[in-house]
């Protein structure tokens, strides 16, 4: 099973400023990665797959980089609505595994 | 629009069964693979369960495999997770969600609590 680790586990950085949540996978799984936010009493909405690209409406502030087993997702400037739990997942190889997530709080 | 509108949820006793459906609606449902994912409370998400458009593949989590099992009616567009079993650890919200690899589409979750 591929292991995905993300980090940090917390990130508090205030409106406006940028914010990189990372992702780790214990194997090479090329660009097969997509991230989420969760807002909480939701389900998980999703932002980026194939590792970079934007999902259907989601805001050109969301970026995501990375292949092999290294990822980030970039935030570029903070707005109210994007503090979330963001999880990471790897559909390389089954079974699908998520990261354990990344809560984004202000600062 | 896309639709996924999970029901069957409830409390159930340890050891007891439960069988979760899940309506999609917008999409042509017989051409996706349908994966159920779980999140036990105040916890991370955990991938459940996956079938292929025309039921010819089919996995399981470890952590169900053999208590659980995952159908569609595509004439009717639906899916199913049968869950027979229960154990405490299955304490989660239940999301159905349309895969493509990644999950563009999520149900808004159906709560199954196992307790005595």
């Known amino acids: 099973e591929i292991v995905m680790t993300q980090s940090p586990a917390t990130l508090s950085v205030s409106p406006g400023e940028r914010a990189t949540l990372s992702c780790r996978a214990s194997q090479s799984i090329s660009s097969n990665l997509a991230w989420y936010q969760q807002k909480p009493g939701q389900a998980p909405r999703l932002l980026i797959y194939g590792a970079s690209t934007r999902a259907t409406g989601i805001p050109a502030r969301f970026s995501g980089s990375g292949s092999g087993t290294e990822f980030s997702l970039t935030i570029s400037s903070l707005q109210s609505e994007d503090f979330a739990v963001y999880y990471c997942?790897?559909?390389?190889?089954?079974?699908?595994?998520f990261g354990q997530g990344t809560r984004l709080e202000i600062k | 629009e896309v639709q996924l509108v999970e029901s069957g949820g409830g409390l159930v006793k340890p050891g007891g069964s439960l069988r979760l459906s899940c309506t999609a609606s917008?999409?042509?449902?017989?051409?996706?693979?349908m994966n159920w994912v779980r999140q036990a409370p105040g916890q991370g998400l955990e991938w459940v369960s996956s079938?292929?458009?025309?039921?010819?593949?089919?996995y399981y989590a470890d952590s169900v495999k053999g208590r659980f099992t995952i159908s569609r009616d595509n004439a009717k567009n639906s899916l199913y997770l049968q869950m027979n079993s229960l154990r405490a650890e299955d304490t989660a919200v239940y999301y159905c969600?349309?895969?493509?690899?990644?999950?563009?589409?999520w149900g808004q979750g159906t709560l199954v609590t196992v307790s005595s």
């Open positions: 997942q790897q559909y390389h190889k089954w079974p699908y595994t």
């Open positions: 079938i292929s458009s025309v039921s010819s593949y089919i």
């Open positions: 969600a349309r895969e493509g690899g990644w999950y563009e589409y």
């Open positions: 917008g999409f042509t449902f017989s051409t996706y693979s």
